[in-house]
């Protein structure tokens, strides 16, 4: 009798460990999908708290400065995922910022504006040929002040592209290279991106493929200068090219155009049709030209060593 009561302790002893095997590694750190799960959960509860404590601030700061048009919901958003960042770094990874390419050092001007050109340059220099093939035609719009609408179109697109760059850049790019190797985890994050933009305007198959282009693109920004910030100038520059100085349709969605604006003119396989510039493969052999000089010009850096060793 004596040993069947050890035997059934021993088999309580051995679900248990199970369990927690499920939940943690063996030097107690929690398993990637389940801080993935955490993550989501926090930015659901930092989004609610902070739409209801920042949103009729940033509302009021908007009215008070003229930019009563301009949605608040990006700048919450971003407000969000840095507070969900932070939180899931410091309390369940207990990790730096450095970790998710957010520290002191990630935000060198240089790294920044290497950022900004690199990704103007992936978009402005197709649409520039979409324009000199007669492909983009430019047409006469409403009146109204360039400068109001660039700085109303900038309020809102410097917050959009931090928070996306938060969402699949930052924490979960961190999570799932550390399970899977840059690889795998900038094509998971990269494929949920493009995914993102299913409900957008003009959404198909070739406009996502392109975006999901876009994410590898973005990443690979990251991959290159371990900077989460010139990845936000680089989707903030592709973005603001399209929108503040052709403007054009940004992900299907047309923004303020006084004065003039560039429209489709040309096959839906080059120009992107409504979804806009960066729907054409242009803007992908753009996108391919940018991944090349970031990835693989120079080869691998001293330091890129592999996901063993980088988490060791």
Known sequence: MGGCSDHGLENHSSRQLNARDLVFTRNGAVRAPWRVVIFAGVVVVSYLVCAGVFGPLIASAFRLTGLAGVSTEPLVSAIALLIATWLCLTAIDKRPMSDVWLDA??????????????????????????????????????????????????????????????????????????SWGWPWAIAATSICFGLLHLANPGAN????????????????????????????????????????????????????????????????????????????????????????????????????????????
């Open 105 to 178: 050092n990630a935000a060198r001007p240089a790294l920044v504006l290497m950022g900004f050109v690199i990704g103007a340059l992936a978009i402005g220099l197709p649409i520039i040929a979409l324009i000199g093939t007669g492909w983009l035609r430019e047409m006469a719009s409403a009146s109204g002040s360039w400068w109001g609408a660039t700085i109303r179109v900038s309020v809102l697109l410097i917050p959009a592209a931090l928070s996306e760059e938060l969402m699949f850049r930052g924490y979960l790019l961190s999570v799932l290279r550390g």
């Open 205 to 312: 198959v070739g406009s996502l493929s392109m975006v999901t282009l876009a994410g590898f693109f973005l990443a690979s920004v990251v991959y290159r200068t371990r900077s989460l910030y010139a990845a936000w100038a680089a989707h903030f520059a592709w973005n603001w090219v399209m929108a503040a100085i052709f403007h054009a349709s940004v992900s299907g969605l047309p923004l303020e155009s006084p004065g003039y604006r560039y429209v489709d003119a040309g096959p839906d396989w080059a120009t992107g049709g409504q979804w806009g510039p960066e729907g054409g493969i242009p803007a992908a052999l753009g996108m391919a030209a940018g991944i090349a000089l970031l990835v693989f010009r120079r080869g691998k850096r001293t330091g890129d060593v592999n996901t063993t060793q980088e988490n060791a």
